[in-house]
């Protein structure tokens, strides 16, 4: 793509999709479910969920538009992509089917893609790199809670 922000357009239209998808199971089937396990005392309210998330989606976003804008590499562009799908899927794994061991496993594939982002980007562009930090530390998060909720129930 020759204009540089239309390619930006365009990935953040399509990171942000992966969301769209999950946030339909999550309202759809969340409840009475959620409300009913047992949840670790560190969880945290609903309400944070969908700012942070923006955040990480637009950050992610401009990562790999950065890299993508001097690189042009179809494979690390199809590797995010293919991340981008298990990102998408573990809200309809643990929301909409209430699988929270294969949720887990889902976590745990997306945080091998993101260490997988992070070195690529590494060595192509600091920025990016460290404009992953948050989703990793965010991601991490998410592992130590779903696995709580695991073990809890």
């Not at 573990?90 to 893609?113: D, R, T």
């Given at each position: 793509m020759k204009n540089k922000y239309?390619?930006?357009?365009?990935?953040?239209?399509?990171?942000?999709?992966?969301?769209?998808?999950?946030?339909?199971?999550?309202?759809?089937?969340?409840e009475p479910w959620y409300s009913q396990i047992i949840l670790p005392s560190f969880n945290p309210p609903s309400w944070v969920f969908a700012p942070v998330w923006s955040i990480l989606y637009f950050l992610m976003s401009l990562a790999i538009w950065k890299v993508w804008i001097t690189s042009f590499e179809k494979k690390l562009l199809k590797?995010?992509?293919?991340?981008?799908?298990?990102?998408?899927?573990?809200?309809?794994v643990f929301f909409g089917f209430h699988l929270i061991g294969i949720a887990l496993i889902n976590l745990v594939i997306i945080l091998v893609f993101i260490i997988i982002l992070m070195k690529k980007?590494?060595?192509?562009?600091?920025i990016s790199f460290y404009l992953m930090i948050p989703y990793l530390a965010w991601s991490s998060y998410a592992l130590i809670l779903n696995s709580s909720i695991y073990l809890l129930n």
């Amino acid at each position: 793509m020759k204009n540089k922000y239309l390619s930006l357009i365009i990935i953040l239209i399509i990171t942000f999709i992966a969301p769209t998808i999950g946030s339909y199971s999550t309202s759809t089937f969340k409840e009475p479910w959620y409300s009913q396990i047992i949840l670790p005392s560190f969880n945290p309210p609903s309400w944070v969920f969908a700012p942070v998330w923006s955040i990480l989606y637009f950050l992610m976003s401009l990562a790999i538009w950065k890299v993508w804008i001097t690189s042009f590499e179809k494979k690390l562009l199809k590797i995010y992509f293919i991340h981008l799908f298990f990102n998408s899927t573990w809200s309809v794994v643990f929301f909409g089917f209430h699988l929270i061991g294969i949720a887990l496993i889902n976590l745990v594939i997306i945080l091998v893609f993101i260490i997988i982002l992070m070195k690529k980007y590494f060595s192509r562009d600091k920025i990016s790199f460290y404009l992953m930090i948050p989703y990793l530390a965010w991601s991490s998060y998410a592992l130590i809670l779903n696995s709580s909720i695991y073990l809890l129930n």
